[in-house]
């Protein structure tokens, strides 16, 4: 079974528009954590916000917050305001805990392509 | 603070050659983790090196082996190249210390294997 699952593979935005990305996961770890990052054409990938299994409120990090329901396992991104430098690959990943020996391991989805109109 | 730097960026070689790339993290970190991302596969874990120890492996052949040096820099290895290695590798830093922070990626080595 896919470990993180994004059903998405391309999504269209309007400039000024918020947009939600998709994410779901699948682990038996009680301790978890649950990233996303942005990568741009340059293929750099950059970290955007995180999300212990622990935490009690969502994580936001300016223009983005994570819609975290622990219940559907499900760890959605949503971007505010969209802008066109926003265009890029996101792709969201977990990192399990030492039960599972999970240590640094990300393991990611296939990725969601943004595309930010005018 | 320097973010994490790779080395060399881009880098094309032949079938059965063998390549070592670069990654120097951010300063105080002491982890270090490799990946693989390909169209195919997407993004693939290699492994993690932490003190200079090997600290978590992904499913990759023999081939593939690493290091890390006392100031944290590491290289990875690449032996007998195969077309199927064409990939962008990423090294991603971390401090390291509970094995569970956020890791910080570099901007990857581009790899063509003809």
């Known amino acids: 079974a896919q470990k993180i699952t994004q059903t998405q593979p391309g999504m269209f935005v309007q400039e000024k528009e918020a947009v939600t990305l998709d994410c779901t996961y699948d682990?038996?770890?009680?301790?978890?954590?649950l990233f996303w990052y942005k990568q741009p054409s340059s293929g750099e990938m950059i970290f955007l916000i995180y999300?212990?299994?622990?935490?009690?409120q969502n994580a936001t990090e300016g223009r983005y917050s994570l819609n975290f329901q622990k219940a559907r396992k499900s760890a959605n991104l949503v971007i505010s305001a969209s802008q066109l430098g926003d265009s890029a690959m996101y792709f969201c990943?977990?990192?399990?805990?030492?039960?599972?020996?999970?240590?640094?391991?990300?393991?990611f989805g296939t990725g969601t392509q943004l595309k930010v109109e005018l | 603070k320097a973010g994490v730097t790779q080395t060399p960026r881009y880098l094309i070689k032949t079938r059965g050659q063998q390549v070592t790339l670069s990654c120097s993290p951010i300063?105080?970190?002491?982890?270090v983790s490799w990946y693989q991302q390909t169209p195919g596969q997407g993004l693939q874990f290699l492994f993690e090196?932490?003190?200079?120890?090997?600290?978590n492996k992904g499913n990759f052949p023999g081939r593939f082996s690493g290091r890390q040096f006392s100031n944290s820099r590491s290289e990875m290895n690449v032996s007998t190249l195969e077309l199927g290695d064409s990939a962008l590798y990423l090294c991603?830093?971390?401090?390291?210390?509970?094995?569970?922070?956020?890791?910080?990626f570099g901007p990857g080595t581009r790899l063509l294997v003809l």
């Open positions: 991603a830093s971390s401090i390291g210390m509970r094995g569970l922070e956020t890791q910080y």
């Open positions: 300063s105080g970190h002491r982890s």
């Open positions: 682990t038996s770890d009680p301790s978890y954590g």
């Open positions: 990943a977990m990192r399990e805990g030492k039960l599972t020996g999970g240590g640094n391991k990300l393991t």
């Open positions: 999300q212990g299994s622990y935490d009690q």
């Open positions: 090196y932490f003190s200079e120890t090997q600290r």
